[in-house]
C-alpha cells in the first residue's frame, strides 16, 4: 500500500472519516463513561462506527483513541491501561480499513497546560510516545495529532512520534474566528504560526479540524497556503457551527450542504477532507461522491 504522501503526490485529493463521539453516543456510550474504554468492552461497536466510514467511501479512517494518553485516562483510572487500549484502537480500525485503506492513529490534547505550571515537555513527550507506539503496534499506519491550541504541545507530540514510530504523521490545530476574519487558537496561535514550527518538528500533514464548518476551514487553508505551497493539507470540518436548541448542541449543517463546498476548499489548497463533530457517514459519502466525480 502506498503512504497517504505518495498518493498525493499522485495527484489524488484523499477521503477521511466523520464524527465518532457522538456515534458512540448513539451506540449506547454513556456520559461520564471513558469512550476509549469501549475499544476493550465494546469492539463490535467501535468496528460497525469505523467501518461504516470505509462503507461510504472514505479513504481512511481514525482510531478511538482521541482521549488515549495516560493523561486522559488518569481521569478514569486506566493510566496503567494506555497500551492495551491504543493497541485494540488500532486493531479495531485496521480490521475495518483492511489493507487498502488507512489507519489514522487519533492522538488529542493531554488537558494540560504548559502555562499553568502543571505539566513539563518532557511529560508530554514521555505520554505521546507510549500513545504512538501502541497504536503503531495495533496496526496504525499514521497518526494524526489533532485538536492541537498549543505549539509546544503539539511539537512535543510530534517528536514523540516522529522519533519513536515509522507512521506518517499529521497534526492539525483548531481556530476560532476573530471579528475581522483572521483565525487564532485559544492560545493564540494563527494558522501561518504554526506551519513552519509543526513541519520543523517532523509533520507530514498539516491542516485544522473541529471549531469550524467548511466554510471558514477555506479561509484557514488559505492562510496555510500563503506560508507553504505545497505541504500537503488536512482538513477535518464539522458540520457547520454548533447551536444549542432544545438543551442539546446540533450541527446544521447537511451533507449536501458540506459537499457543496468541498470544490472550494480543495481550491484553497486542502488535499484531504473529512468530518468531526456532527458529520456522519452520510456526510462522507457525500463528499466522496461530489470529490471523486
Given amino acids: 500500500m502506498k503512504t497517504i504522501t505518495e498518493e498525493l503526490k499522485a495527484g489524488k485529493t484523499l477521503i477521511s472519516d466523520g464524527a465518532w463521539g457522538t456515534f458512540l453516543q448513539q451506540m449506547g456510550l454513556q456520559p461520564g463513561e471513558c ?18 466510514y470505509i462503507d461510504a467511501g472514505a479513504d481512511m479512517i ?36 483492511g489493507g487498502q485503506k488507512h489507519v489514522l492513529g487519533s492522538i488529542g490534547p493531554t488537558g494540560k497546560m504548559l502555562v499553568m505550571g502543571d505539566v513539563t515537555v518532557e511529560a ?7 500513545q504512538a507506539m501502541a497504536l503503531e503496534a495495533g496496526g496504525a499506519d ?34 476560532d474566528p476573530s471579528p475581522d476574519g483572521t483565525f487564532y487558537t485559544m492560545m493564540g496561535v494563527s494558522p501561518a504560526d504554526m506551519v513552519t514550527a509543526l513541519i520543523d518538528a517532523g509533520a ?3 491542516g485544522a479540524n ?35 436548541e432544545q438543551g442539546a448542541t446540533r450541527f446544521l449543517e ?32 457525500a463528499l466522496a461522491q461530489q470529490l471523486k466525480k
Fill in 35 to 52: 469512550p476509549e474504554a469501549w475499544n476493550l468492552s465494546h469492539p463490535d461497536e467501535v468496528f460497525q462506527i469505523a467501518k461504516s
Fill in 124 to 130: 508530554f513527550y514521555e505520554a505521546f510516545k507510549e
Fill in 204 to 206: 507530514h500533514i498539516i
Fill in 254 to 285: 447537511t451533507p449536501g450542504q458540506m459537499a457543496g463546498l468541498a470544490d472550494q476548499l480543495v481550491l484553497a489548497g486542502a488535499n484531504i477532507i473529512g468530518g468531526c463533530c456532527g458529520t456522519t457517514p452520510d456526510h462522507i459519502r
Fill in 210 to 244: 473541529c471549531g469550524n464548518g467548511m466554510k471558514n476551514m477555506i479561509g484557514i487553508t488559505e492562510e496555510i497556503r500563503k506560508v507553504h505551497p505545497d505541504i500537503p493539507v488536512l482538513i477535518h470540518a464539522n458540520a457547520g457551527m454548533p447551536v444549542y
Fill in 142 to 175: 499514521a497518526l494524526v495529532i489533532e485538536t492541537m491550541t498549543d505549539l509546544d504541545e503539539a511539537v512535543a507530540a510530534i517528536r514523540a512520534a516522529a522519533e519513536n514510530t515509522r507512521c506518517e504523521i499529521i497534526c492539525t490545530m483548531t481556530f
Fill in 62 to 97: 481514525e482510531t478511538n483513541s482521541f482521549g488515549g494518553s495516560s493523561f486522559k485516562l488518569a481521569n478514569y483510572g486506566l493510566a496503567d491501561k494506555v497500551t492495551e487500549i491504543n493497541r485494540a484502537a488500532a486493531a479495531i480500525s485496521r480490521r475495518a480499513a
